[in-house]
């Protein structure tokens, strides 16, 4: 069975750091790029950064870039997600996710979807 | 505001048919990027629902249709039942944005 278990999640300061965890087990994890997205509630679904099966690719969305680190570590099966210098539109859930299909050739990667997702890390930054 | 478009709600008595659209642009949908279906309950992991714009993962019920066409996509759920009672989410790729790209959500409600 595949699981997905975030934690790591907490209040926090504007301004301050927090570091999330994603345990994996039940597929071959070094095998798979994967995903942080994150749930704001009343605004729905953003992905936030993506990181290749063998670490040596990341991706951000424009919001976090310079503020947070995606990172793995695949003899722990592990997926993490440093945030720093946060602020309150930083508030959401936060998923790990994988893309079972995701891929790079030529210097192009390429981004599909996502099948199995964790059951969320709540993050509020609030004074 | 989201880059895909859906209706915030959408609702249908028991035993109906409802349809979910999602409209995106030349960059992303029409750009022939598939589309794909999430699920979201409240304090529970998203369910992959529709992958590659009509594909249903194992134990997905063959209620839930996806269909794409042009810029593009939609959900229907046949023979609503009350555990449908959820938000969804269409997702794809943004060849300009170079991201997934979301719709903004929709809420089904089972009268």
């Known amino acids: 069975e595949v699981q997905l278990v975030e934690s790591g999640g907490g209040l926090v300061q504007p301004g301050g750091s927090l570091r999330l965890s994603c345990a994996v087990s039940?597929?071959?994890?070094?095998?798979?790029?994967m995903n942080w997205v994150r749930h704001v509630q009343g605004k729905g679904l953003e992905w936030v950064a993506s990181i290749r099966y063998d670490g040596s690719e990341k991706h951000y969305v424009d919001s976090v870039k310079g503020r947070f680190t995606i990172s793995r570590d695949n003899a722990k099966k592990s997926l993490y997600l440093e945030m720093n210098s946060l602020s309150g539109e930083d508030t959401a859930v936060y998923y790990c996710?994988?893309?079972?299909?995701?891929?790079?050739?030529?210097?192009?990667?390429?981004?599909?979807?996502?099948?199995?997702w964790g059951q969320g890390a709540p993050v509020t930054v609030s004074s | 505001q989201s880059v895909l478009t859906q209706p915030p709600s959408v609702s249908g008595a028991p035993g109906q048919r409802v349809t979910i659209s999602c409209t995106g642009s030349s960059s992303n949908i029409g750009a022939g990027n598939d589309v794909h279906w999430y699920q979201v309950v409240p304090g529970t992991a998203p369910k992959l629902l529709v992958y590659v714009n009509f594909n249903r993962p194992s134990g997905v019920p063959d209620r839930f249709f996806g269909s794409k066409s042009g810029t593009s996509a939609s959900l229907a759920i046949t023979g609503l039942q009350a555990e449908d009672e959820a938000d969804f989410y269409c997702q794809s790729y943004d060849n300009s944005l170079n991201t997934y790209v979301f719709g903004g959500g929709t809420k089904v409600t089972v009268l």
């Open positions: 996710a994988r893309d079972p299909d995701a891929y790079c050739s030529g210097g192009t990667c390429f981004f599909f979807y996502f099948d199995f």
């Open positions: 039940g597929f071959s994890f070094s095998s798979y790029w």
